[in-house]
């Protein structure tokens, strides 16, 4: 079995949860709030430019790898480095409820 080594969980990490609701007209309300905060592994995995309508966008994908936190859903965010990251996948490694990465891309 996998040791984890809990020096490679050395950046701060905060998860966002959005406690919003719907306005008077039904329309979603963003309302993004500390769920908890973890340390964790913070590795890049891919950061292209490209050339869209004469603009440049960035496109960010990061893994950050944590010890597992029940809760954690797909639905929630990640603030790191003065940055959000949106979750684009929470898996629970093995399912042993000891490792959880997270797959996400920077939120403009």
Known sequence: MKTIN?????????FLK???GKD????????????ITAWAAVDPLLGNEFFSALTV????EI????RYIPGITNDMRIQYNGKIYEILSAINVKEL???LLCYCKEVK
């Open 97 to 99: 409820n000891r490792e």
């Open 6 to 14: 809990a020096g490679d969980y050395r950046h701060k990490i905060k």
């Open 57 to 60: 966008e960035s496109k960010v």
């Open 24 to 35: 008077g007209y039904g329309e979603p309300i963003d309302d993004w709030k500390e769920f």
């Open 63 to 66: 893994k950050f790898n944590t």
């Open 18 to 20: 959005n406690y919003g």
